[in-house]
């Protein structure tokens, strides 16, 4: 796939996740922000979340963390593919 139609899909797919018409669960929503931050930012450039009762921040930073050395072009291929399992 052209880097440039993955990045156009990608951005499609970001827009529909917002649209969607059920809320999707906990476990999904972790994994469309992992998959976008690792898409837009790459590995994790943070420190881990300071507040150890801060279990949402913790959650989002370890999904994170867990998708570390994957590439940008595969984990676009991952969101897409979510987006579009979560849109049917």
Request: proline share 5%; net charge negative; no cysteine.
């Amino acid at each position: 796939m052209v880097a440039t139609q993955l990045a156009q899909e990608f951005e499609i797919a970001t827009e529909d996740s917002k649209n969607l018409s059920m809320r999707p669960s906990n476990e999904s929503l972790l994994q469309l922000y992992s998959l976008y931050k690792q898409a837009t930012v790459g590995d994790v450039d943070v420190d881990p979340p300071a507040n150890p009762f801060d279990f949402v921040a913790k959650a989002k930073y370890d999904a994170w963390v867990s998708l570390k050395g994957k590439s940008k072009e595969t984990v676009m291929q991952e969101y897409i593919k979510l987006v579009n399992k979560l849109k049917s």
